[in-house]
């Protein structure tokens, strides 16, 4: 019942938490976590449950409009979004203008951010049409700017989406198919590609999506809010650990280094070496969607027919840190990170695409995440306060005289 803002101007008090580790930005109905039990929920939904049941569509559905569909709301849904895949022409061409070894990432958030150059009808952020047009567009159009990106750092021609396709089928085939060549899509991959979008679809106020809302505070238009989030998640303290864990696991793999020595040098501190894919500001215990990963990484791997060193080192790492005090005292357990860049390999997707994966999968998040707050009576625009540490007030010395 206090108002902050109120106290704030009257006595002057500012928090001071730095990273907010204890400081909550809004209120939220989308997603539960409790970082010491290792629970995590969409809605209500035990993820383990949602992993088990549900699809990506229909996970992105459920956070998206708050309850789970109905046979024909799902079907809208799925028909608007095959409906809207396409991109414009004139967007092609942004994919030549980036260099040949361009990351990814970066590509991404800024296709993203020219999207709304061409619907500038329909950006007002309090026009609640225009903002479900908007939802619709990114969903179908993020998985195609996604694969353009990657046929593009391979100097292999653009597939148009087919629209027979779901979601996922279509992001495969335009990522690893030829135009004018059939492609099959292999149910193993199709299945384990969805399931991990739906571990990474929300995590509250992680620090892509509190990027989205600050943007989106200012009333930028959801485009924008989402290029913004897209950047904040490339790095490698956020989502960009999933390939950070890949080279690491190649690195221990190529170099004399054995497990023992590579968690000696994290214990150490050297040059900053982590252990990536360990650690979380919330899970205290082990991630949830990091046990869901883990059981699936040695299922698909087998179904897949790939036989990867690497995983055994990922596997001779965890028990390592797991037995291990440093990690024991500090509360450090995998997260969502750490076993996904194989499955990733192993679905033939290259390191510099893990992340762009993510972005994929963490975008009914962003979406419903901008959405709820847009819609908040307790809505204002983000600011943060600050404790000054500069100089106190001096006077101006002109250039001649420093
Ligand atoms: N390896 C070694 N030590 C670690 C690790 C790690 N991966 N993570 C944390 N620590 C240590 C810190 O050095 C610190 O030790 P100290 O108290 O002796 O100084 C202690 O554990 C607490 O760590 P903080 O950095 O203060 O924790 P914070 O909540 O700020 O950071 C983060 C969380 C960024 C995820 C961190 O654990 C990390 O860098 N992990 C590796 C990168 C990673 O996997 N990121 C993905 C996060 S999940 C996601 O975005 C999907």
Not at 1 to 27: H, P, R
Not at 364 to 391: H, L, N
Request: net charge negative; proline share 5%; glycine share 8%.
């Amino acid at each position: 019942g206090i108002d902050s803002s109120k106290l704030l101007a009257k006595t002057g008090y500012v928090t001071l938490d730095t990273g907010f580790v204890n400081t909550g930005s809004c209120q939220s109905a989308i997603t539960y976590i409790d970082g010491d039990a290792g629970i995590l929920r969409y809605r209500g939904y035990p993820i383990e449950q949602l992993a088990q049941n549900s699809t990506f569509l229909e996970t992105s559905y459920l956070l998206i409009y708050g309850e789970l569909p109905t046979t024909e709301q799902l079907t809208a849904f799925d028909s608007s979004i095959r409906h809207h895949t396409l991109l414009h022409e004139d967007m092609k061409r942004f994919f030549d203008g980036f260099p040949r070894d361009a990351h990814p990432m970066p590509v991404l958030a800024s296709a993203v951010n020219a999207l709304s150059t061409f619907y500038q009808d329909n950006l007002n952020p309090t026009d609640p049409a225009g903002v479900d047009l908007t939802t619709i567009r990114l969903m179908a159009k993020l998985p195609t700017i996604a694969a353009y990106a990657y046929k593009k750092s391979i100097g292999q021609p653009f597939l148009y989406p087919d629209n027979s396709l779901g979601t996922v089928e279509n992001f495969l085939r335009m990522t690893f198919g030829f135009p004018a060549e059939p492609y099959e899509v292999n149910e193993t991959a199709r299945a384990a590609l969805d399931l991990l979008l739906i571990l990474h679809a929300d995590h509250e106020q992680n620090c892509s999506t509190s990027t989205v809302r600050t943007v989106g505070s200012a009333q930028a238009n959801m485009f924008a809010s989402i290029a913004a989030g897209i950047n904040a998640l490339s790095g490698p303290s956020h989502g960009g650990a999933n390939q950070a864990v890949l080279e690491m696991l190649e690195n221990i793999h190529r170099s004399s280094d054995d497990v023992d020595g590579f968690v000696k040098r994290v214990k150490n501190r050297e040059e900053g070496v982590r252990l990536m894919g360990f650690g979380h500001r919330v899970y205290k215990n082990y991630d949830p969607r990091a046990a869901l990963v883990k059981k699936m990484a040695d299922d698909v791997l087998t179904k897949l027919g790939v036989s990867d060193p690497l995983l055994d080192i990922a596997m001779e790492l965890e028990q390592h840190a797991l037995s291990d005090d440093y990690f024991i005292e500090r509360k450090l357990y995998p997260n969502v990170d750490f076993y996904t860049g194989l499955i990733y390999k192993a679905l033939g997707f290259p390191n510099r695409m893990f992340t762009v994966l993510f972005a994929l999968g963490r975008l009914p998040g962003w979406i419903a995440q901008w959405r709820e707050m847009m819609q908040d009576p307790a809505f204002k625009i983000s600011r943060p306060r600050q404790i000054y540490t500069g100089p106190g007030e001096r006077d101006y010395v002109g250039v001649g005289n420093r």
